[in-house]
């Protein structure tokens, strides 16, 4: 139990195009979600969490009129990289969270390796 | 300034060893520490979380401690196989209600056959 499901795992595309990044519970109701980068041999870094049905609430540092997050229902989050540019180029981690998580630990999506060319 | 330290960014050790990993932190006080596992290219998951209130959790060939007067928690992975390199990740949660993760930078583990 406790699946997240994230779409596209790698994903190409050119400077200045805009990115959507899905991420879905498959088999509970994640009441939170959680959009994080990670650069290589770094640690992940958090970008924004989202509640669903309200505004996310963005890390000190993240443009949130490039990092587009919507989370419209208790399974469903998206992340939208508007205008990507090369320096963009990372790796995506969605993570959720709902009341099957109560005894502790997050579940991960496998992750988006986003490539800016 | 806060920081998460994870000793060495790689640790190589034979099959069959226990391997022992550390997470320091400095100017936190979190109320639950969690270590997870990643492999190249996929998501973290999670394995174990300790609360501030515990010393020791274990689950199955795997141990964690929590200090919280040294700031620190060891990982321990008795009987180490193969299987079991990866990069293991510390992560603090202060709230309490882990509503948010601070992660430390990993330990690339590889067990030698």
């Known amino acids: 139990g406790a699946v997240v499901s994230q779409h596209p795992s790698r994903v190409i595309c050119k400077s200045g195009t805009s990115v959507k990044i899905e991420c879905r519970s498959l088999?509970?109701?994640?009441?939170?979600m959680f959009w994080y980068r990670q650069f290589p041999k770094q640690s992940l870094m958090l970008m924004a969490t989202s509640n669903e049905g309200s505004k996310a609430t963005y890390e000190q540092g993240v443009e949130k009129d490039k990092f587009l997050i919507n989370h419209a229902s208790l399974t469903l989050s998206t992340l939208t990289v508007t205008s990507a540019h090369p320096e963009d180029s990372s790796f995506y981690i969605c993570?959720?969270?709902?009341?099957?998580?109560?005894?502790?630990?997050?579940?991960f999506g496998s992750g988006t390796r986003l490539t800016v060319v | 300034s806060q920081k998460i330290e994870q000793n060495s960014e790689a640790l190589n050790i034979q099959e069959g060893k226990t391997a022992t990993l550390t997470c320091n932190y400095t100017?936190?006080?979190?109320?639950?520490l969690q270590w997870y596992r990643q492999d190249p290219g996929r998501g973290p998951v999670f394995l174990l979380l300790?609360?501030?209130?515990?010393k020791e959790k274990r689950k199955e060939r795997l141990k964690v401690t929590f200090d919280t007067t040294l700031k620190q928690s060891l990982f321990h992975i008795t009987a180490s196989q193969p299987a079991d390199s990866a990069t293991y990740l510390c992560?603090?949660?202060?709230?309490?209600?882990?509503?948010?993760?601070?992660f430390g930078s990993g330990t690339q583990l590889t067990v030698l056959p």
């Open positions: 992560a603090l949660d202060e709230t309490g209600s882990a509503r948010q993760l601070t």
């Open positions: 300790i609360r501030e209130n515990e």
């Open positions: 100017n936190y006080s979190p109320a639950y």
């Open positions: 088999d509970f109701q994640a009441t939170t």
């Open positions: 993570s959720a969270r709902g009341t099957v998580h109560l005894r502790g630990g997050y579940t």
